[in-house]
């Protein structure tokens, strides 16, 4: 059974810090790339950041360049997202995603973490 479990999320102040964890089961890590998430109220899901299989190759929206870092560990299975300089737009529930690394779309979902920044 495939499994990505976020966590890390929670309340920080507009500049502060934040890393959240995706820990994935149930697959062949390596095989696939993982992106970042999120949605905020009333709004679509988002794009945040992604990262190719081997860590080599990442991609951010352009609302987070400088500010976000998005990393894996494939020997522990598990995808991060340092959030650095938050600011309350950043406030949403963060998913975690994967999707094969021959395939476009991402198709396998965490249940989200809430992320809420304070002004």
């Known amino acids: 059974q495939v499994q990505l479990v976020e966590s890390g999320g929670g309340l920080v102040q507009a500049g502060g810090s934040l890393r959240l964890s995706c820990a994935a089961s149930?697959?062949?890590?390596?095989?696939?790339?993982m992106g970042w998430f999120r949605q905020a109220p009333g709004k679509g899901r988002e794009f945040v950041a992604g990262i190719s299989w081997s860590g080599l190759n990442t991609d951010y929206v352009d609302s987070v360049k400088g500010r976000f870092t998005i990393s894996r560990d494939n020997t522990k299975n598990t995808v991060f997202l340092q959030m650095n300089s938050a600011k309350p737009e950043d406030t949403a529930v963060y998913f975690c995603?994967?999707?094969?690394?021959?395939?476009?779309?991402?198709?396998?979902w965490g249940q989200g973490t809430q992320v809420t920044v304070s002004s």
């Open positions: 149930g697959l062949t890590f390596i095989n696939y790339r």
């Open positions: 995603a994967a999707g094969l690394f021959n395939v476009a779309t991402y198709d396998l």
